[in-house]
């Protein structure tokens, strides 16, 4: 049948010519693309599996270059130690050379050079090692607000500032005051003649001897410069019971000037508890002068007032003077240096003291009527209810000083790594722990006007008020910091633990503060009666951990008190505590009384932050939750400043050995999380290969099928395009037949 107004052979070969082209573009596209899932109405439910599968194959790409990062941190981490570790264990060889007795004098100052210089090097690639400008070693919390002054950094001081000059055979400033050819023209103390002004020099452990004998006899020597011409060796010299005559005593102290010349006085020994003013000098008068000696490997062992070089002064000056070994007493006033003294300046102490009783113990001074500029402490001092101090156990002032060795004892009170009780501090700090059963603090145990000064060492007490910086005082606190961690019975403060001054300022502490009523995270309690305290621009960067309510993250409690007109106030302004479950300020009372005290514009002037912690966390999974994160411990690893040794001390080989241990452990600890990651880092490559392999199966076309269908689906387009146009030939066949 021919139709004109409807050509049906014509819209069947349409339809498949559609069809055809459609599959055609199917196969093209499965083709172009290698995926047989290209939309949703392809295949809905596997379109949706697929997805998610993407999705979580990204994942793992993620995680695995997360792992990648976090071990190649690792690997950096692992070979700056290695290289800190080559440099710990040559320190070691040479502290075991130290020890032979077959060297000179000479050759162990060179020996100390050497590890002077290792050390030096030692602490730049601890400070210096970082991965993507992540500090490895460092305290990333000290690094955390710019406007916080840091070390080395706008009027801070810090470990390098104050040193003992290699130049200078150990001594921190030039010793030569004489040539040896002006020694040498000096009198004979045989010629002693206290009627004139005159130079002697000493030449022997019998002159020196000789100069104990003219001053324990009564003469005076007031008049008398006494000079060093050679190191000298007392071993072999001391009285029947072995122990050295010390050089004056309270009823005929020495008056005289004593120079040292650079030269070396080795071996010292006493050991006499029964009594007082033991050391190299038993007691200068006022008028007494020591300078430019070195001690080495003194042990002293006395009752009250007791030093290396001195057990006691009246206002006398000490300066350029340097003593290592071991004091010990049983009282007070005792210290590596001296036991008590005046002005101390440019002098240093490697001794570990200790006492057993008593008040004012200290690693350079025990008790000091003067100054101390320039000098510092790094023996091991031992303190419990004492009076005393790291450098010193009293100071009118102390300007350039440090302390390093750990504070101790077993009696007494008042005690601070760098000073026991001490007003005026400028650039001086304390790396050692403080143990004492009484007032105590990392850097002092009493004083005021703290300036450009930190402590960095752990502090604890079974007394109170205790401080990481200060135990108690007043005055003004400026550009100061404490890193150590403070646990007492009360009266705790990550900075100090009691306060009663008029400004703090620029500081902030970052160890952790455990205690009882009065525990802060910057400051114990504050009591001020009258006057204004103004803290700006503080932080307070530790934990705090508490048994009373009057505790908090910033100040444990505020007591205020009135003088019967005025009451005190506190003002704070932009400073910041770690946010915790505590109040930012425990409690605050007014005469003694706790009251609904409106402490709203205190408060405003402190804002809570997240405690940085030391370490770092990697996602090392597909999803991000707690299962898939790793953290890596990247704070303060091992405490580099142990290794501030003199290595011909007696512990310089313990030391040593326990930070080597120290960096074996942190080894071990990084291996552990390598080996974890590279376990970790095999699980995502199986996960990844499994999932692509199931996301293959769902996706990918058969290029073979898909081939074939294309072939079909052209051949069949060709054909519905010859029909298509044979059957439109339709209706004009049958208006030929009209």
Known sequence: MLSINTNLSSLIAQSSLKNSSLNLN??????????????????????????????????????????????????????????????????????????????????????????????????????????NSISLFSDPNSLSFDSMPKAGESGFIDETNINIKSEYNGFIDNPVTYSQAEVEAMSSIDDFDLSVSKKYKITSAEDLAKLAEIVNSGTSTQNGIFVLS???????????????????????????????????????????????????????????????????????????????????????????????????????????LAGSSGSVKNSYSTCDVSSTGGDYIGGLIGFTNGNIEQSFATGDVILNNSYGGGLAGYAAKVINCYATGTVTQTNGSRCGGLVGTCSNIVNCYATGDVNAGGWCGGLVGEGSNIENSFATGNVQSSSYPVGGLLGIGGGIIKNCYAKGDVSALSKVGGLIGQYGGSSIYNCYSEGDVKGGGGTGGLIGCIYKASGTIDINNTRALGNVTSTSAKSGSFIGFISITSDNTNFGKVNILNSQCVAQSLEMIGACTKNDTIIDYDMSLMLAGINGISNQQRQIGFHIGSNGDNYSLMVIETGVMFEISALDIDITSENALVTIDDFIDKLSFKQAEIGSAQNRLESVLDEISIQYDNLVSSRSTIMDADIGEVSATFIQQQILQQAASTLLSTVNQTPSIALQLL
């Open 230 to 336: 050679c190191d000298i060796d007392l071993k072999d010299w001391c009285d029947a019971n072995g122990n050295w005559i010390p050089i004056g005593n309270t009823t005929y102290p020495f008056k005289g000037t004593f120079d040292g010349n650079g030269h070396t006085i080795s071996n010292l020994k006493i050991d006499n508890e029964t009594a007082d003013y033991q050391g190299l000098f038993g007691y200068e008068g006022q008028f007494a002068n020591i300078k430019n000696v070195a001690l080495k490997n003194v042990q002293v062992k006395g009752k009250n007032h007791v030093g290396g070089l001195t057990g006691g002064g009246r206002y006398s000056p000490i300066n350029n003077c340097f003593v290592t070994g071991i004091i010990r007493a049983i009282g007070g006033s005792v210290g590596g």
């Open 26 to 131: 199917q196969a093209v596209e499965r083709m172009s693309t290698g995926y047989k899932i290209n939309h949703a109405k392809d295949n809905a439910a596997n379109y949706s599996i697929a997805t998610k599968m993407f999705t979580k194959i990204g994942s793992y790409q993620v995680a695995e270059e997360n792992v990648m990062q976090a071990l190649d941190l690792l690997n950096t981490a692992s070979e700056s130690l290695l290289e800190i570790e080559s440099y710990a264990k040559r320190l070691r060889n040479i502290a075991m050379q130290a020890k032979s007795t077959s060297y000179e004098t000479k050759t162990a100052a060179v020996m100390n050079l050497e590890a002077q210089a290792l050390v030096k090097e030692l602490n730049k690639v601890y400070k210096s090692a970082n991965y």
